[in-house]
Every structure is written in structure tokens, then in C-alpha cells.
């Protein structure tokens, strides 16, 4: 096949892997110099709203695996560029390295990974290379390889809790020296918006995931030796803190998001965690951290629950029809009370949320941080009639700073529920492992 450009018009790579993506003729205003101007409709694309001008989009292609498909861009951000064209980032300028391997795990269709070879990406104006050090495979990425959440469209390289070495920096980036430790946010965001001008990134216009690809947009994640990712979304982390720890940071932000916006704080005298998952594990660390002097963790698992012990429940339920009940009860705090005043929700199926709705007191806050099931029932009059509010959580905003310092101060210590530490080479057979849920598996981390 020949790389290259031709005039008005793409090449794709000649590959099974890659998405069949068809682009409308472009107009004349669109189209200068034999390259391509995606269309505006559809793409999620809204940098005409902000002043910056519909750019030209030079698209490279190569016919290895779709890691190999680049692009250069002018006038507006990586992101919104690999939305706009349909094709996968991230973007590269052309180099005298260009196209040297590197392993990954590669999803390339539902249900089938494969640790194999991609070319390796480099950055763009604004954009670090991370030579990965450690990625967990989280909960999401375990239920979405199968096709079943319609968050990770193949083909992706998944993975978004990671944690590695600055190798590379593009154009612009002079305040983060390559060999710089870092850890990443998995939110990719503008920095342009509405929202993130108001520190809500997770809620930004352009927002997007590592390692999730959703129909808008595919970016590739960190199972693999290297990924590219904006500079804002790379927080350097101190020597004393190792890789594995720091991978686990992305989970304990969307913890304390989470108790964030439960407002917890000094006059809150009892929380409920639903699901003691990693995420509800974290939730559990998050509420010691700040003070909550009675937790309680509710789960099937007894081996997770005893990790929640560990690291900071005061109280375990076995998940059931009258957990929620149960929990109330050990909730109340006075003869006012009916139940916990704060109940963090972290699996997000119709049983955890009623359990949690159940569990909280009258008045008082349930946060919805889990997400398996896309619609639930909810108990409709039990909200209602005793005023709870119902506050879902996304992500984490702003968070890392706080989690960085917590972990690195040892007031909170995730590495105890990391099940197994592997190499990146063996993450097809603990995605299966993890997918089968092997009873005493709560957390890998892969290696690469």
C-alpha cells in the first residue's frame, strides 16, 4: 500500500482491525492544499463556538495495526482532531522513529484480546509520550471488553490507571522535562470550556476517556509500552512514591470525588459504602482520610470485605435483601436518624442502589459513583418521601494533588487490595481471570 495523501481525499489503512468510517466529498471552503477537512456534523467539534477557525487536517496512514493511523493538525487540540477525523489517536508528527513497535494489548473485536505489536505513538504540539510503568485493569475495562457497556468499541488499546516516565514532549511543553515520573488522569479534557474554566474537567464539552472508545471518539489507553497524552492530565509524583501506587491514584480520585460532593466533613458521624469493589475499597480509604469516625462496607465478597477492615470500615455487611436495612440500623446516630447520613454507591446495578437508598438516613446524601447498568429501577417514594438527595458522580475533578499528597503523607495506602502485580505480556489471561471473578481477585496491575 502506498502512504500518503492524495487530493480531497483519505487513505485508510487496509486492515480488518480499523472502523469503516465514510467522509462526505469535502466543500471547496473545506479542502486547501490536497489535504482534508472532516465535516463539522456529528463529530462533537465545536472549536468554531470558540473563536478558532475550521483548520485543515493532514491525514497519514500506514497499513500496519490502527495504532499505525496518524495525523497531523493545525489550529485546534489532539482530541478534537481524532474526533472530528474518526480515527485514532494520537496524533504524531513524522519523525526518523517513526513507526518503531511497541507491545500492546490490543482489543480487536468484543470479547477478544491480543498481546501483540502497534507502532509506537509520538507526541504532537502540547502532548507528552509516558514510557508506561504500571496500569491496573479496572472494573470498567472488565466488564467493557465484552461489548456489553458500549464504552469500548474495537479496535482499543484500553487502560486508563497509570503511572510512568516522561520520554518524550512535543512542541510547547517546556514545563515538564522528559525522565519526569508522572501519573494520569484518565479525563482528557479542553481546558477551554465553560466547565473546565470552572474546574468541572469531568464534565468538559470535549471530554474523553483513555483507553474507551464510545462512538464519538476512540483514544487509546496505557496497555501498552508507551502512550500520548496532553501535558494537563500529566501530575509529576515524588521519588518516594512507586509506580504501582501511583497507578492507583486514578481510582482513589474518583473516591474522593465522590465524598466530595457528599459534603462529607466533621458533623458527618456515620457513611455507608455499597460495593467494596476497588472503587468502593477507595471509597472506603477516602472516608477515613477524612475523619468519618463509622464506616460501613457492604458486599458479596467476605474476602473483600476483610480488605475494607483493613482499610478503614469499622463495620461489614453481607450484601442481601435487608443489607440496606441492616445498614440503617448500624447508621443511626440519634434518636432524629434513621440511618447513615452519607451513603457512597460504587457497583450501579437496581439491588446495590435500593440497598444504598435504604441504608441513608432521612435528609441525608446517596452518591452514585457505580455504573455497570446503563437504566435501573429505583425505589421512587422512598426518595421522595423522606427527601434524599441523589447526587450521581463522574470521574474526579481536580482531584489528583489531594490523592498524590494523601498517599505520599501514608494516610492512605491502596496497594493492600492489589491482588497480583504482572507482567503487561500476561493481561489477556488475568482479563479472563478478572472477567470470571476468581474468587481473592480485587485489583491487577499490569507491567509493560
Known amino acids: 500500500m502506498n502512504n500518503g495523501i492524495q487530493e480531497n481525499r483519505v487513505l485508510r489503512p487496509e486492515t480488518t482491525l480499523f472502523p469503516a468510517t465514510t467522509f462526505p466529498p469535502p466543500t471547496p471552503e473545506r479542502a486547501t492544499g490536497g489535504r482534508f477537512c472532516p465535516p463539522r456534523s456529528g463529530t462533537g467539534l465545536d472549536s468554531t463556538e470558540r473563536g478558532i477557525p475550521y483548520q485543515s487536517v493532514e491525514i497519514v496512514c500506514s497499513d500496519r495495526l490502527p495504532l499505525g493511523a496518524r495525523y497531523k493538525r493545525s489550529g485546534f487540540s489532539t482530541e478534537t482532531a481524532a474526533a472530528a477525523c474518526g480515527i485514532l489517536a494520537p496524533v504524531c508528527d513524522r519523525t526518523p522513529e517513526h513507526g518503531r513497535d511497541m507491545k500492546a494489548i490490543l482489543l480487536s473485536s468484543p470479547g477478544e484480546l491480543a498481546f501483540t505489536d502497534v507502532d509506537t505513538p509520538f507526541p504532537g504540539p502540547g502532548e507528552v509520550r509516558v514510557r508506561v510503568a504500571a496500569c491496573g485493569i479496572c472494573g470498567s475495562d472488565v466488564h467493557g471488553f465484552t461489548g456489553s457497556t458500549g464504552r469500548r468499541i474495537p479496535p482499543l488499546v484500553m487502560g486508563h490507571e497509570a503511572a510512568g516516565t516522561v520520554d518524550a514532549v512535543g512542541a510547547g511543553v517546556d514545563d515538564l522535562a522528559v525522565g519526569t515520573r508522572v501519573a494520569l488522569d484518565s479525563t482528557v479534557f479542553c481546558g477551554l470550556c465553560t466547565h473546565c474554566a470552572a474546574g468541572q474537567e469531568n464534565l468538559c464539552t470535549d471530554r474523553q476517556v483513555l483507553g474507551v472508545s464510545c462512538g464519538p471518539y476512540r483514544r487509546h489507553g496505557c496497555f501498552a509500552e508507551h502512550v500520548v497524552v496532553p501535558r494537563r492530565v500529566a501530575y509529576p509524583i515524588p521519588e518516594s512514591l512507586d509506580f504501582i501506587s501511583a497507578a492507583l491514584l486514578e481510582p482513589l480520585t474518583i473516591a474522593l470525588h465522590a465524598v466530595h460532593l457528599a459534603k462529607v466533613g466533621p458533623a458527618t458521624r456515620s457513611a455507608v459504602v455499597v460495593g467494596a469493589g476497588p472503587i468502593g475499597l477507595a471509597c472506603v480509604a477516602s472516608l477515613k482520610a477524612y475523619g468519618v469516625p463509622r464506616i460501613a462496607a457492604i458486599d458479596l465478597d467476605e474476602g473483600r470485605l476483610a ?142
Open 307 to 448: 480488605q475494607a477492615r483493613k482499610l478503614g470500615a469499622t463495620e461489614t455487611i453481607s450484601a442481601g435483601d435487608d443489607a440496606g436495612v441492616k445498614a440503617a440500623r448500624w447508621g443511626t446516630s440519634t434518636t432524629d436518624t434513621d440511618g447513615a447520613d452519607v451513603v457512597l454507591e460504587a457497583v450501579g446495578a437496581t439491588a446495590p442502589v435500593r440497598t444504598a437508598i435504604e441504608a441513608c438516613t432521612r435528609g441525608g446524601t446517596v452518591v452514585l459513583v457505580g455504573n455497570v447498568s446503563p437504566l435501573i429501577e429505583l425505589p421512587l417514594q422512598l426518595v421522595v418521601t423522606r427527601q434524599l438527595r441523589l447526587q450521581g458522580s463522574c470521574s474526579s475533578a481536580g482531584s489528583y494533588p489531594e490523592a498524590i499528597r494523601l498517599v505520599a503523607e501514608g494516610r492512605v495506602d491502596l496497594s493492600c487490595f492489589v491482588s497480583r502485580v504482572a507482567p503487561l505480556s500476561e493481561g489477556v489471561e488475568w482479563f479472563h481471570r478478572l472477567h470470571e471473578r476468581e474468587p481473592g481477585l480485587v485489583k491487577v496491575v499490569l507491567t509493560p
